[in-house]
């Protein structure tokens, strides 16, 4: 019962990394810190993704930031025509809630269709007095580029970016300590026994 109950906390703790992992399957949004106040951000979409197919708005939001006081939109693309490239610079960006959140915005018709990945560089954040840290994304409309079949492809997942220098534990961090620590005693009484 012991080797059973054991087993099953390690499944547990093992889905719960899994999903926290933020594993994307399709659109990837990454980061660089570029100095002490820049994050630069790089959207890639894999074959056959787009965006605005289902709906008019698609949206990429940042949360669980700090201090940031500016955000830009994308600068450059690697798409080999100019109008799809002009149509992949139009996301508008807002800081909301206290320089805590930005989101990009776009509306209107999406990428286009590529059998290879294409990158949108240079979403930018400026932030004061932060460091380095993690923060949740979620994307909003995009979708395989497939006439009447809705398949989703956003996705959420963690990316750096500025962070508040007195980090506070998350519940989920803690949760998954706990469960790590609790699997460590259970092994090392075992041992004992």
């Known amino acids: 019962m ?36 820049h994050w630069d951000y790089t959207l890639t979409y894999d074959s056959e993704d ?18 940031v006081v500016s955000a830009t939109g994308p600068t450059s693309t690697s798409f080999p025509d100019s109008t799809i490239s002009n149509v992949n610079l139009a996301w508008t960006p807002q800081v909301l809630n206290n320089g805590t959140e930005v989101q990009w915005t776009h509306i209107g018709p999406g990428t ?3 059998s290879i990945p294409m990158y949108v560089y ?13 923060a949740q994304f979620a994307t909003s409309g995009f979708a395989l580029d ?21 980090p506070i534990p998350e519940p989920a961090t803690m949760l998954l300590f706990g469960t790590g620590i609790t699997g460590l005693a259970g092994i090392a009484r075992r041992k004992r026994s």
């Open 50 to 67: 787009n965006y605005s197919i289902f709906q008019n708005q698609t949206t990429i939001t940042l949360t669980g930031l700090y201090g």
């Open 112 to 114: 286009g269709n590529f």
């Open 2 to 37: 012991k080797t059973q109950s054991l087993k099953v906390m390690i499944l547990t703790a093992e889905f719960i990394l899994a999903i926290c992992s933020g594993q994307a399957l399709a659109v990837q949004f990454t980061a660089s810190q570029m100095d002490s106040t």
């Open 122 to 134: 240079g979403f930018d954040i400026i932030a004061n007095d932060a460091v380095n840290g993690s």
């Open 146 to 166: 497939k006439i009447n079949t809705p398949n989703s492809r956003d996705i959420l997942g963690m990316v750096n970016g500025p962070a508040s220098p007195f």
